[in-house]
């Protein structure tokens, strides 16, 4: 029952900003966050946004580029990002687990199917 659809996706020059969403259903999410995955690469953490507090957490390459929000009430979690680089396009993967930590790990409960960010330079 638990669906994670992103949005969003697309083709931007370097430098532009582009916004992702997902929609979450079928549970309640005290974690959410988003991953990625380029070619010939493994999937990895980009940043999780807790319950309680909004508590956010970046890899290092994102920092100062990224945001996430998250909407509790209808189970969303966006993600800006700004100033992209030629090494961002990837596959963003939307993500819940049941803590913060879990996501920064590496680890999820919940993948979305995934949705291309391309950057044209």
């Known amino acids: 029952q638990v669906q994670l659809v992103e949005s969003g996706g697309g083709l931007v020059q370097a430098g532009g900003s582009l916004r992702l969403s997902c929609a979450a259903s079928g549970g309640t999410f005290y974690a959410m966050g988003w991953f990625r995955q380029a070619p010939g690469k493994e999937r990895e953490f980009v940043t999780a946004?807790?319950?309680?507090?909004?508590?956010?957490y970046y890899t290092d390459s994102v920092k100062g580029r990224f945001t996430t929000s998250r909407d509790n009430a209808k189970n969303t979690v966006s993600l800006q990002m700004n100033s992209l680089k030629p090494e961002d396009p990837a596959v963003y993967y939307c993500a819940v687990a049941d803590a913060t930590p879990r996501l920064v790990s590496g680890m999820a409960d919940y993948w979305g199917q995934g949705t291309q960010v391309t950057v044209s330079s």
């Open positions: 946004i807790g319950w309680s507090r909004g508590s956010t």
